[in-house]
């Protein structure tokens, strides 16, 4: 059973939901039936909202990774600079949120295939393919 609670007599649904999807939305599944719908490209909530969405989405692994990068650059700029944190961290945060923006959904993707996800149909692979986005 997948996230949607289809099922296999179902499936006619899912192609349904999936056709109705932008043409940069890209869906993958994994064997045991999880499905993952996400936009190929830039992420805008991720420049609004930093790491957020993938806090949001459950993410973990790449929460882990952005806090590990913004905890770095901060101390090291901090240091740099001799500011104190609060103030490295404020004066950086727009440099992330652009970072994030640039490469989060890249990083979802690349992780979602390290957990074997697999492009749901021709279209999705293509896609995920012209992008870099899977090996």
């Not at 490209?41 to 949001?56: D, E, R």
Request: overall charge neutral; glycine content about 6%; some cysteine.
């Amino acid at each position: 059973m997948n996230q949607f609670h289809f099922n296999d007599e179902d499936d006619a649904q899912l192609k349904q939901l999936i056709n109705m999807l932008p043409d940069n939305y890209a869906v993958v599944y994994r064997a045991d039936g999880r499905v993952r719908i996400n936009k190929v490209g830039l992420s805008f909530t991720a420049l609004f909202f930093g790491i957020l969405p993938a806090w949001f989405r459950g993410d973990w692994y790449n929460v882990f990774c952005m806090l590990g990068v913004e905890a770095f650059f901060t101390m090291l700029y901090s240091y740099l600079t001799g500011s104190d944190l609060a103030t490295a961290s404020y004066q950086l945060g727009i440099f992330f949120n652009l970072l994030w923006f640039a490469i989060y959904n890249l990083m979802y993707f690349r992780h979602s295939q390290n957990l074997n996800y697999q492009p749901y149909d021709r279209r999705s692979a293509q896609l995920l393919q012209q992008h870099h986005y899977y090996r």
